[in-house]
């Protein structure tokens, strides 16, 4: 027992650790992965040329391509570039991200992207191969006293551009820090507060992802009747875009609700939770009641308008689409 409550303290201890200083754990980690990549990848992959331009070629190459590669992943695997990119084009207006706010993010993305292929560079001219490779006049040499002072250059290169990025990081983030509005306790806070904010959320998506998807699956299986096109219904491939429907109408169809028609639109997330809204719907017409939780508030208010009420403003819409056409 007593073993067992150290191990899950020690275990705690090294996991808030690692989530207090994350994202120092997540570079270290990239730098690792890199000096470990670029190693083999040059026993495995490297083959120099013995004639020049080839050889100035090859070695460029080896320098720029995985560095360009790991930047672009490092673009691709930050959260912050897809909370920028989602939706970006059809934003409401007030929930556009303006473009101080832009930079700032876009600025912070690249500079996190830049981790994995700065190591990189700083590792292949230490190395000293690319270089050599690439700067010989004979390639092949590899003893020869010209390869042999390429081989140095290249890490003189090497240390003065690790010095020169970590002089310009330390200065960034120091000037970062004293043009920083709250005190090193209100960032902690706020950092905390955010983290604390995703985690929960996390949770209750889940929870709440779990219920919705269990109620739609109950309802599909729960049915008597079901027909094989019900089947055909649920297994068409689900597609980013799916249909929307209109879950919340209030008053009549008007002007005004054409022009919040979008607004009025929740997404289908799933074949199968399209063909369970339809489900509810029909038996709503029918005057039996469901007990979906989260259409309770919208079903005691709108139910014997709503068929009718989308209807109308899909209609309205068309008419539009067909008036815009004309000029």
């Known amino acids: 027992m007593i073993n067992a409550a150290l191990s899950s303290s020690v275990f705690n201890s090294i996991g808030n650790n690692i989530k207090k200083y994350q994202v120092s754990f997540v570079n270290g980690t990239v730098v690792m992965i890199t000096v470990v990549g670029e190693t083999i990848f040059k026993y495995v992959a490297f083959k120099c040329p013995c004639s020049q331009p080839d050889a100035f070629l090859y070695g460029s190459s080896f320098i720029c391509g995985p560095a360009v590669i790991l930047f672009i992943i490092g673009m691709l695997i930050n959260n912050t570039t897809w909370r920028l990119l989602y939706g970006c084009a059809k934003r409401s207006h007030h929930t556009n991200h303006g473009p101080k706010r832009s930079a700032y993010y876009c600025t912070e993305i690249i500079v996190r992207s830049l981790v994995a292929p700065g190591t990189w560079l700083f590792v292949s001219f230490l ?7 690439l700067k010989s006049h004979s390639p092949c040499s590899s003893g020869s006293e010209d ?3 390429l081989r140095a250059h290249s890490q003189v290169i090497a240390w003065i551009y690790l010095a020169t990025v970590v002089t310009f990081s330390f200065l960034g983030l120091m000037v970062n820090r004293c043009l920083s509005k709250y005190t090193y306790d209100q960032s902690r806070y706020i950092d905390m507060y955010r983290e604390t904010e ?7 998506m889940k929870e709440k992802t779990v219920n919705k998807a269990k109620k739609n699956v109950s309802l599909f299986f729960e049915k008597k009747d079901r027909i094989k096109k019900d089947w055909d219904e649920i297994s068409i491939a689900p597609l980013a875009d799916l249909p929307f429907g209109i879950e919340q109408v209030d008053g009549k169809v008007t002007l005004e609700l054409l022009k919040h028609y979008d607004e009025c639109k929740e997404p289908y997330m799933s074949p199968l ?16 009641k469901t007990s979906d939780d989260e259409d309770q508030p919208l079903l005691s208010q709108i139910n014997q308008q709503k068929g009718k009420v989308c209807d109308e403003a899909q209609i309205l819409v068309k008419e539009k689409s067909e008036v815009e056409s004309k000029f």
């Open 198 to 204: 995703e985690d929960i959320f996390d949770n209750v």
């Open 147 to 149: 390869n042999l002072l």
């Open 273 to 288: 939770h399209q063909w369970a809204k339809r489900q509810r719907q029909s038996c709503t017409s029918k005057g039996n």
């Open 127 to 133: 190395e000293g191969s690319y270089y050599t490779c």
